[in-house]
């Protein structure tokens, strides 16, 4: 029950960036905000997939098949999301070549076969990209990359959470880091 409520808000709010940031996206040669969306329609994907796999009526052996199939897609779509995330901090105005990050998503799908490295990988991720959002921050000094710290920061712990306590904390974190992220968005661009 309370994965399911986590599941439709995380649809919810990133579904809500991306069609948000969506419009701009279009009308922008900035190669951060492209990513961006991106990022958050990857997000919203991985949700969606993630919420019809747990709330499917299968059979135990065909939703052992189901998650055997989707989870590999789930992991790809987590990490891409997380990379456009992270290469929107500093991927300005270049139009540059998004292959080596989805590169890196397909290896970390083949090595999370052998070893569970999702986790770590998402943390060392995240981490780089609270780092560079520090870094912009202290230079703009900007509300939204204030808010940006601070939501991918919440990342950051979401995911620490996920392996010293229980999932729900990190849940909640996820949430909170998808909202303050929404906020952000709808604060920042005009109606």
């Known amino acids: 029950m309370i994965t399911t409520l986590f599941l439709i808000l995380a649809i919810i709010t990133t579904l809500s960036i ?3 940031t969506k419009k701009i996206k279009t009308l922008s040669q900035h190669q951060g905000i492209r990513l961006y969306n991106q990022a958050f329609l990857f997000f919203a994907i991985s949700y969606i997939l993630q919420f019809l796999t747990s709330t499917s009526s299968l059979t135990i052996a065909k939703l052992s098949i189901l998650q055997a199939l989707t989870s590999p897609i789930q992991t790809y779509l987590f990490v891409v999301a997380a990379l456009y995330l992270s290469a929107s901090l500093f991927w300005k105005n ?3 070549n998004q292959s080596q990050l989805h590169i890196i998503a397909l290896l970390v799908v083949i090595l999370n076969n052998f070893t569970e490295i999702l986790t770590l990988t998402l943390i ?3 981490t780089y990209s ?10 703009k000094k900007s509300t939204f ?19 010293f306590y229980n999932l729900y904390s990190s849940y909640s974190m996820t949430i909170t880091a998808f909202s303050i992220f929404l906020y952000g968005t709808l604060k920042t661009i005009p109606n």
């Open 145 to 163: 990359s204030q808010l940006y710290l601070i939501a991918i920061f919440l990342l950051v712990l979401a995911n620490l959470s996920s392996i």
């Open 94 to 96: 270049k139009t540059k």
């Open 130 to 139: 609270t780092i560079v959002a520090y870094t912009n921050y202290q230079t």
């Open 124 to 126: 060392t991720i995240y």
């Open 18 to 20: 991306y069609i948000k």
